[in-house]
């Protein structure tokens, strides 16, 4: 069943969004009659629809007053009548008749949910006003269609009049000048039929001309594919290539390009992956249990188990303690790094990098904030060297649980639970001291000086966040007051702005001065920091207003809403949406309020919305119910961290949280000394969280990464493939006749070379299931042991230190610090993939025999 808010949501302009009828908002309030029966939501409910008849019909009258102008003037030039702008006419002429008929549905359909609730309430007090909606034994949606006939979007013979005196000029058959002149007379004609259903009927498009335009939107894309299928044919054809490659691995090639170049273009990971082995399995190529293998393997269950426990951990507050009280009040700088660096650094080694991140970010802000240092300082060396330390052991991260797994299935001798520990510690304390010494150095610009932060203003940090939202005036009182009467700068505080003012779809004033005089439904695009937004949502006389298609939800009381601020993670249903057409409702029962922005303060305001598509990192505050970031917890399957602003401070139970943490300290010595497998020792510390109170079973439930399960096994599939039909041995002995004049030590620093390159686009635990199959194959040819060569492959996806999109806490480092420039990523994290490199290497050829 399509509830009518969904279709309201289809059936919107986008351009016109703020303009509409706001069905949710009163169907809210007739929900808060429904429960409490308070005179206030009901007064409030009569208020607003009120407003909405009044902000429909202004918006109508001036864009159809904006019409009549236009045509009149293209119509005293017929030699000009047939040019683009006349076909944006005819098409807003269109989009009019839409707006017009899908409002006057949803008035409709409001009265009579309101009739029915009203059906039990006969014999109350007057609601409203009673000269203008009497009382509740009235029905009100009579009451709603009698008004329609005395609004000009009531009148349905305007538009069609109006269309056709458009026909009727372009085919020579009347004169278009009267007939426009007619239509500007007021036109008050009862409707014979109000009370039917209004039902929009789509325009009728040619199939042909949709298809052409599709076709020329992705021609980019159609050429690029059909010539990597040519090259690759053009290849098997030619028979360039050595004997041992057939057609069928011509065809995993061809499949392989294909999957990395989705990858590259961020297409899902785990959609890609599975739809590759689906495909190869399909063809034939790979059998049922070389694709879905995964799916019963141990260590891939294990990576599922541990990333409930991380989260059930991260959840009850025990990491956001430990560094209450780790942090304190350092000396300097250095001293403070370090105190930082080194807890995140255990942390990913046991609990996971993501979960660590979100939990610590809060915490370090907050301090940061007190003792004036800028957070820039601390969040990209955090990630940097949760990396490294992330290799510590075989169940510290996914990517050595892959290498694990694909070890096993190959019938090859297993790692033990800390082979990797010495050269991931080394590699670890040598990243400590660069980070340490070299970050001040390269972030320079956010040091501390004369206590203001450089290249910031007025002392204040630039990693302050600021956020884009709008807000529309909907008090008559308002009418012809400054922004400055109207209260709001006592709202806004320095470095905060109202960058436009858009009145009835058509920018007004740009960066517009204290003494702006505003009108009503004038909707005013902001620049303000996160706690503004929280205040704005109380300001008499003004709404906030959704950048999103789903409607702020109404509540007189807004203890049962409140507002979280959240990091986009790539599987979030919202990424690849444009911003105007996002739909929160099913997945967050909320609202999009507000963006980060890095826009410059001189770029113009007025495209922060328009047609922004939303991607992974995003970071947005959802208006949503209260209870939200609780339930929730620091992050989720679609949010990469979860922050509530404003509001009281969420209620940590101590005791809770140390008895979570007791619990994963007991399953890691479990694992540590081989008294229980990994997956056992896992599944025993989420059955504990639960059983104690820690956590609960929906919790752990959401808490599983079907994402990154997918994912693994969709890359076991490709790579099986990769290994089975002779593409990984081709590749790995290019490699080594390449690189074998520089012997043992030339080989390896190809291999950790072209995995860190691949690591800079693609998810970790897929290039180690690409990479596996030609580091066997290398090894085997080469002599040098498989435990040396994959202790490389391990160490080498951990540099993922190139760009703020390879990872996700290097992702949530920039989104959460506006002043970070894309470049700052490579700057300080190329010199150090290099100097870990270098230790890594000679470290595995003296650990690894």
Known sequence: MVFFTEQLEELRVPAWHDYYVNYARLKGWIHE???????????????????????????????????????????????????????QIEEEVDNLKSYAEANKEALRKIAKKFDKFAENQKGQATWGDAADWGVLSEKLQPRILSR???????????????????????????????????????????????????VLQPQEKSKVLLFAVAARAHMGTILYFSAATALVAAMSLADIAPASLDTQSYVV?????????????????DTVMIGATLFLNICGLINTKQAWGGF????????????????MVSHTGFVDLLFAKIIGQPRSLSFAMLKILVPCAIGAATISNTAVMACCMPAIEDWCAKEGYETALFFMPISYIMLIAGTLAVFSTSTNLVAQALLVEHGLPPLATFELALPSLVCTGVALAYLIIVTPIVLNRFRKKDNKIEGSASGQQSGSRSWYCRLQVTSQSLAGKTIRDAGLMEILSSHQAVVAVERYGSVVAQDPGDDFQLSVDDILGLRVRSAAVNQLTDVSGFQLLPLGATEVYASSDRQNRE????????????????????????????????????????????????????????QIILDVPAGFCKSHGNHSAHFLAIHKIGGAEQHRDTFIAYLSGAILCVMLFFVAFSIFPLFPCALGGIFAMVLTGCSSVERAKKAVPLKVVLTIVGAFGLGSAIGKHGVA???????????????????????????TALGVIFHGTAVVALMFPMCVSI?????????????????????????PVSYNTNLMAYAACPAYKFADFPRLGGPLVILVLLVAIPMCQICFH
């Open 33 to 87: 009659l429904e429960t409490s029966n308070a005179a206030a939501a009901a007064q409030q409910f009569f208020a607003e629809l009120s407003l909405n008849f009044a902000r429909v019909d202004r918006f109508y009258n001036a864009r159809e007053d904006d019409i009549l102008r236009r045509l009149e003037t293209k119509m005293k030039a017929p030699e000009q009548s047939q040019d683009s702008e006349m076909l």
């Open 148 to 198: 329609f006939s005395k609004y000009r979007f009531g009148n349905a013979q305007r538009i069609e009049q109006l269309k056709m005196r458009i026909r009727d000029w372009k085919a020579g058959q009347a004169d278009s000048q009267r007939g426009i002149q007619s239509l500007q007379e007021p036109l008050m004609r009862e409707l014979s039929d109000l009370e039917a259903v209004l």
């Open 253 to 269: 090639i061809w499949v392989t390009v294909i999957t990395l170049t989705l990858l590259v273009w961020q297409w899902p990971s």
């Open 296 to 311: 019963s393997n141990e260590v891939v269950l294990s990576v599922a188990a541990l990333s409930v426990v991380g989260d």
């Open 563 to 618: 507002l979280a601020e959240v990091c986009l993670d790539q599987a979030s249903p919202l990424v690849g949406q444009r911003v105007l057409e996002a739909k929160t409702y099913s997945e967050v029962a909320g609202s999009i309020v507000a963006r980060r922005v890095r826009e410059s303060p001189g770029s113009s305001p007025v495209a922060m919305d328009a047609d922004k598509v939303i991607t992974h990192g995003d």
């Open 729 to 755: 041995t081709v590749l790995g002995a290019c490699l080594i006749s390449a690189f074998a004049p520089l012997g043992e030590l030339g080989l390896l620093t190809a291999v950790a070379v072209a995995v």
């Open 779 to 803: 090894a085997q040819s080469s002599g040098i042991p498989i435990h040396r060569i994959i202790a490389v492959l391990c160490l080498s996806v951990a540099c993922q230190m190139l760009s």
